[in-house]
Nanobody, 118 residues
Framework: VQLQASGGGLVQAGGSLRLSCAAS????????LGWFRQAPGKEREFVGY????????YYTDSVKGRFTISRDSAENMVYLQMDRLKPEDTAIYYC????????????WGQGTLVTVSS
């Protein structure tokens, strides 16, 4: 699976941004498509994922109610809609894929930088 993330940029606190991730290479119907982020000087952390088949989503507590993951099955696209952004959301955001039956996120896209100014 090849993944290509895009959509990062600079936004003021309280604003919104939508990241996109294009998936290609194989059928991803039995995959989770997820988002991770890595802030400066910190370890990479999980943000959330979507079950490609069912559309079910899961989020880490710090983004619940503010971030929404969705997919476009026809275009093989995954989106991360980020609302009410905070300066602490500043990070490089990565999309990743994992087969549902596996434990490891085995496929990664390049990151896209999101900077939230206060």
């Amino acid at each position: 699976v090849q993944l290509q993330a895009s959509g990062g940029g600079l936004v003021q606190a309280g604003g919104s941004l939508r990241l996109s991730c294009a998936a290609s290479g194989r059928t991803i119907s039995s995959y989770f498509l997820g988002w991770f982020r890595q802030a400066p000087g910190k370890e990479r952390e999980f943000v959330g994922y979507i079950n490609w088949s069912s559309g079910a989503t899961y989020y880490t507590d710090s983004v619940k109610g503010r971030f929404t993951i969705s997919r476009d099955s026809a275009e093989n696209m995954v989106y991360l809609q980020m609302d009410r952004l905070k300066p602490e959301d500043t990070a490089i955001y990565y999309c990743a894929a994992r087969e549902i039956r596996q434990q490891v996120w085995g496929y990664w896209g390049q990151g896209t930088l999101v900077t939230v100014s206060s």
